[in-house]
């Protein structure tokens, strides 16, 4: 099967250091496998946007000279596609609408099925999704054997919230299947998605991806880069200097110092995901 992979960041704030560890390495795994490399904003979360993110990622795109092999969307334009699929889950009998609040639920992760048999209206309702008592398994390339007792550790979860945001879980899972996704390589952070979204596409019968989780780069406070804990912004004027930290960060073999697209073109030639550290954090330090 062709190797098709993906770097799908979502606009809650400007890319960081770890976000381009990820554009990189995804981009390189890509072309390693002699694959395309496709970018998707995962920006259904409206109200999150951060001002001026979406534009931001993509001029890092051009200044990272990062090239898609298909036009970049937004999952924020493709909500029919999304509401369709609720539709053909609902037909199946296998979402419900749950009334449960935030505050209902308390600080109890697992969801107790309080509505499941409730019967209410879907509309301005959360929409969950039914859970059944299996395990699902799989083989992370660098994180190895990974499993979840989904009933039991996670309870049925959120397909669309009361406030008619799509969740993340449903949208990544269809936009991956249609754009004929076969390969995720993400942050270790979504390692624990990875069940429920294997799961909902069992269910809609899509086939089955391959996953590598890759650390995370960490900060002084031994907290991952992301917005809320204040990561800096990618100075796009400094590219090479930044591409060559993020190989760096990843154990690659040493590029020289030049043009992106050249420091790409012998990134992915010496490509080895063997050198990536096994684990879920990065060794070191990041801004």
Known sequence: MAY??????????????GSLITAIASYCDAKANHGKWLVR???????RIYPGSEEHILRAVDAFQLEPD?????QKDRLDIYEDVIQQLRQQGLVYACQCTRKMLGSNHIYQDTC???GLAFEHQAIRLKVEDVEICFEDRLQGRHCSELKKDLGDFVLKRRDGIINYQLAVVVDDYLQGMTHVVRGADLLD???RQIYLGQLLGYPRLSYMHLPLAMNDQGQKLSKQNLAQALDLTQAP????QALQALHQAEVDLDAPQRMLQQAVAQWDIDRIPHTTELQGRYL
């Open 4 to 17: 098709v992979g993906r770097f799908a960041p979502s606009p809650t704030g400007p890319l960081h250091f």
């Open 41 to 47: 904003i995962e920006d259904t979360d409206i109200p």
């Open 70 to 74: 298909a036009e970049i969307i937004f």
């Open 116 to 118: 499941r048999n409730l």
């Open 193 to 195: 998605n990875t069940e």
């Open 241 to 244: 200097q930044l591409l060559k």
